[in-house]
């Protein structure tokens, strides 16, 4: 199993911001990707932004040059730099992992952590 624990949300003036982590541990084999998402009430969720295991990133439009996701590979903890907060970005931000194992059944398989609420004010 892999357990995601995420903390770094909270409530912050619009302009200011917010820095997020998942700690990820349990069976993880090989990491093949991580992401953020994001879910709003009655929306569907949406990735935020995602990291391979080579490094490289991916971000939706409405977050580029605002945000910026890492990961620490030794402590398997994957962050998410949120400058420039607007409004807009208030939501449920959920911690995404993509593992391979194959000593697990299925070898490949998905996890999610249990969001951390981010709040902006204008």
């Known amino acids: ?5 995420e903390s770094g949300g909270g409530l912050v003036q619009a302009g200011g911001s917010l820095r997020l982590s ?4 349990g069976s993880l084999g090989t990491v093949i990707n991580m992401a953020w998402y994001r879910q709003i009430p009655g929306q569907e969720r949406e990735v ?8 490289t990133t991916h971000y939706t439009d409405a977050v ?8 620490d590979g030794a402590k398997n903890t ?5 400058d420039r907060l607007t409004p807009d970005d208030t939501a449920v931000y959920f911690c995404n992992i ?5 000593a697990l059944a299925p070898a490949t ?3 999610w952590g249990q969001g951390t609420q981010v709040t902006v004010s204008s």
């Open 1 to 5: 199993q892999v357990q995601l624990v």
């Open 22 to 25: 998942c700690v990820a541990s």
């Open 48 to 55: 935020v932004a995602r990291i391979t295991n080579t490094g």
């Open 78 to 82: 994957l962050y998410l730099q949120m």
């Open 109 to 111: 398989r998905m996890t």
């Open 98 to 102: 993509v593992v391979h194992n194959p």
């Open 64 to 71: 580029k040059d605002r945000f910026t996701i890492s990961r």
